[in-house]
């Protein structure tokens, strides 16, 4: 009798279980590449918020990733909440291109390769060297985030 309870209620605890993984699951399935993930979440590859330094204030205690100033085209040119400097276009077709970006009232040309937009993602510096605004989050992400955040950028027409 007792070992039969014991089963009914495992067994239900279990369907429980089961419901409740069900929508984390889907959660976890959301995304179609960790790029993706990244970019809409700021959760880096080892499931956790990526550290950054500089952004704004409500990125901290928020949370949240490129999407948030970026936009979901990556095109960025909308201002950004206690923000100090435009977000740019950081379609990768747009970085390595030969396309004319104005910053600062001057006109510059972009010439990233992937290296430098790693470098402008986890220091802040332009292609050029030059530093950027601090509107712009330092993310200190791993070589394999920094490699899936390049990929997303990619898909972005
Ligand atoms: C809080 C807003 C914010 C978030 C979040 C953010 N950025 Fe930026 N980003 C900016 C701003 C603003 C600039 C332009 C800085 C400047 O002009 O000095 C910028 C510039 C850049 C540049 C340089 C582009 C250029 O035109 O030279 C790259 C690359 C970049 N961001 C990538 C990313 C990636 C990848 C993420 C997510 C992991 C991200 N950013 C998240 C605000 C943001």
């Known amino acids: 009798m007792k070992g ?21 699951q889907n959660q976890e399935r959301r995304f179609k590449s960790p790029g993706e993930r990244i970019y ?31 936009g979901v085209h990556g095109r960025g040119g909308m201002p950004v909440m206690m923000g100090t400097a435009m977000p740019t276009d950081i379609r ?30 986890t220091q802040g510096l332009e292609a050029d060297g030059e530093v950027m605004d601090r509107t712009m989050p330092r993310w200190q992400m791993s070589d394999a985030d920094l490699n899936a955040t390049i990929e997303y950028l990619k898909t972005l027409e």
């Open 92 to 121: 990768y077709k747009a970085l390595t291109g030969k396309k004319k970006h104005v910053h600062e009232g001057e006109e510059k040309e972009h010439h990233y390769t992937d290296a430098l937009i790693k470098r402008a993602i």
């Open 40 to 70: 809409y979440t700021g959760i880096g590859g080892n499931g956790y918020s990526i550290p950054f330094y500089e952004g704004p204030m409500w990125l901290s205690m928020h949370g949240g990733g490129c999407v948030s100033c970026h």
């Open 4 to 24: 039969k309870r014991g089963l009914l209620f495992s067994s239900l605890a279990l369907v429980i279980v089961l419901v409740l993984a069900g929508p984390i």
